[in-house]
C-alpha cells in the first residue's frame, strides 16, 4: 500500500463528517497528503492558487498546527480517534 492508497474514499467521506469540513477543504487536504503543491492543488480543484493558501491556512488554525506534515498528523489523529470511537482501529 502506498500512503495514497492509506485513506480510502470511504474512510475521506466519514473523516469529512466527523470534522465537518467543508468539500473544499477535504478535497485540499487530500491533496496534501498526497504531496501535491498549492500550484498542483489549484490546477487540479480548478482554483486560484491563493484560494487553496488561504484555506489551507484555515486548516492550520483549525487544527492548530502551522505546517502541511502537522496537518496530516492531526488529520490521521483524527482519523484514528473517530475509528476508536467507533471501536474500529486505523491500520497503516
Known sequence: MTYT????EEEWAELQQY???PQLQ???????FRGRSC???ARELALRPRTVRTQT???YSMFGVSNRIHLILRVLASLRMYW???GRSLCM
Open 5 to 8: 492508497e492509506a485513506i480510502s
Open 19 to 21: 470534522l465537518r469540513l
Open 26 to 32: 477535504t478535497d485540499i487536504v487530500k491533496r496534501l
Open 39 to 41: 500550484n498542483e492543488t
Open 57 to 59: 491556512h484555515r486548516l
Open 84 to 86: 476508536e470511537e467507533e
